[in-house]
């Protein structure tokens, strides 16, 4: 897609695409292979992209924000993905936790959260997932019971991203009403709980087989006592609220996965090109040509629909089911096209010194967060 430009882009974004790709190249290119080895981003890094105006771009200028929109979170996680580096959880933190505060969340707790959200001096986390709670989140068995102004949270999370490092986690729970015989037994109410409180604790960084970097790890809510000041939106409300922000989440883990799919064909048609392969370069084969044709065709077509799901979403028309089509079908051509650039690189391919290698590994789980990829078909079955 030689000099192709995406329909959503302004004078503007290109201007933030530049400082976010000089500020990866800078400052996260030469340290990951450190923060694999430890598990995590160190706390400084959170701080410097704060000064620079890469955290919470939709936060408006009265909490201290950039005043910009999803368009502007968009164009600094293609410019993170395009770095390789997959570790730091600035996709939950800015897309996901400030929008939850921002949208549900009051006044108050607007102007305590936010500006240091901003500043990277809080970092945030959101606590869905149960060892068997996933992709089906109202199965979830977490509880919170109400005593006077205070909550009492017991539950179990997993597989949460920054939670080695969250300063401020929102959590799903269920309420025990013991007198409401009306209550729902599904619904959901979401609570912010700051990391210093009793009762809060974390488990060892869970160890995955990519995304090395990346901060995940168990938590655990044990009598927890938080004021009923802390919870985001009403009682109950927590399920419509989760569902309301889905486009949002799956539509960034879409850009991560074309990103990543124009980056593997990028890397493997220099590589191939370079590489001799009985006396000639591996371009000049029939095979590793055709198959890099079919790699970049699906590239293109990956990146035209994302496209159009941008523009969607800038206008505010992204609906879910479409959302849903973005990320399960663009995770799944991000996999395909790795397994086919893995297989042109050979041995090298496998060595983990090699981007194709670490970007390989952490591919895979693209189907499975956001929602697991049969979920996604689901959902889209369900409107035809």
């Known amino acids: 897609m030689t000099d192709y430009v995406s329909p959503w882009m302004t004078d503007e974004l290109k201007a933030l695409r530049d400082v976010a790709r000089q500020f990866f190249e800078r400052e996260a290119a030469p340290r990951m292979a450190e923060w694999s080895e430890q ?31 999803i368009l502007h979170q968009v164009v600094i996680t293609q410019e993170q993905s395009r770095a390789v580096e997959k570790g730091w959880g600035n996709n939950v933190h800015s897309g996901v936790v400030t929008d939850y505060i921002l949208k549900y969340g009051t006044e108050e707790q ?20 149960e060892p068997n709670a996933g992709s089906d989140v109202r199965a979830m068995t977490g509880k919170a019971r109400r005593e006077g102004d205070e909550y009492v949270i017991n539950a179990a999370k997993t597989f949460i991203t920054n939670g080695q490092t969250a300063d401020l986690v929102i ?20 609570v912010a709980v700051e990391a210093d409180r009793p009762g809060f604790s974390r488990g060892a960084p869970l160890r995955k087989i990519g995304q090395h970097a990346a901060d995940t790890s168990e938590l655990f809510f044990t009598d927890c006592r938080v004021p009923v000041a802390n919870r985001i939106g ?37 590589y191939t090109k370079d590489r001799k392969v009985f006396g000639k370069p591996l371009y000049q084969q029939q095979n590793t040509r055709f198959v890099l044709a079919e790699c970049a065709t699906l590239a293109k077509a990956a990146r035209l629909f994302l496209d ?20 399960w079908w663009l995770s799944d051509v991000q996999c395909k096209v790795l397994d086919e650039c893995v297989q042109l690189f050979g041995g090298y391919g496998y060595m983990e010194e090699y981007p194709i290698a670490r970007m390989y590994a952490d591919s895979r789980v693209q189907k499975v967060y956001g929602g697991a990829n049969e979920i996604m078909k689901e959902i889209i079955a369900r409107t035809l």
């Open 110 to 129: 607007r102007l305590k959260w936010l500006p240091p959200m901003i500043g990277g001096r809080i970092i945030g986390a959101i606590a869905m997932t």
């Open 308 to 327: 159009h799901c941008i523009v969607a979403i800038g206008e505010g028309r992204l609906d879910n089911e479409t959302a849903a089509m973005a990320k």
């Open 171 to 190: 959590v799903a729970v269920k309420l025990e009403n013991p007198e409401d015989s009306d209550a729902d037994p599904k619904a959901i109410t979401l």
């Open 39 to 69: 598990r995590y981003v160190d706390r400084d890094f959170w701080l410097q992209a704060g000064e620079l105006g890469l955290l919470c771009p939709t936060v408006p200028e009265e909490y201290g924000g950039p005043g910009g929109n």
């Open 234 to 270: 009403a009682e109950g409300a927590g399920f419509p609220a989760l569902m309301t922000q889905m486009p949002q989440e799956r539509l960034i883990l879409a850009v991560n996965a074309v990103v990543q799919t124009e980056k593997a064909l990028q890397l493997t048609l220099e």
